[in-house]
């Protein structure tokens, strides 16, 4: 048995301020959400979605299980940018073999972000 997988769709990041975080995601990617209702969140970045939820103060599960990485033309300038905007640094930008170039933050709500520059990906 086997699952035929599409490819990326929609990564979400949970928060305790979806507000504070919709702003900030707003500013740092320069784009406002598509959807904005006071549960759920979406912005289109470049064709994948990422998705902002409420996380509830009872809730005990926070926290990433995988790390998405979103396609950058600089790996180093998103990187310093997303830090400047009060991300904390997790992984410097690092060249993991043949140009591709990867570097994680968290955001302000615990959330990782990847970043990669991989020269040899092309959308269909």
């Known amino acids: 048995m086997s699952v035929s997988l599409l490819g990326l769709r929609t ?7 979806l507000q504070q975080a919709k702003a900030w995601y707003s500013d740092v990617f320069g784009i406002a959400p ?11 970045v ?3 979605e990422l998705g902002l ?3 509830d103060a009872a809730q005990t599960h926070k926290g990433p299980a995988a790390t998405a990485y979103w396609g950058v033309d600089d790996a180093e300038s998103a990187y ?10 997790i992984e410097k930008p690092t060249d993991v073999g ?7 933050v968290k955001d302000p709500w615990g959330n990782l972000l990847g970043m990669i520059k991989n020269p040899h ?4």
Do not use: S
């Open 11 to 17: 990564v979400i990041y949970f928060t305790h301020d």
């Open 121 to 124: 990906f092309r959308l269909p």
């Open 53 to 55: 939820h409420p996380l």
């Open 80 to 89: 310093e940018k997303l830090v400047a905007a009060g991300a904390m640094p």
């Open 46 to 48: 470049g064709g994948f």
């Open 34 to 44: 598509y959807f904005d209702e006071p549960f759920y969140v979406g912005f289109n």
């Open 98 to 104: 043949d140009g591709v170039i990867v570097a994680t």
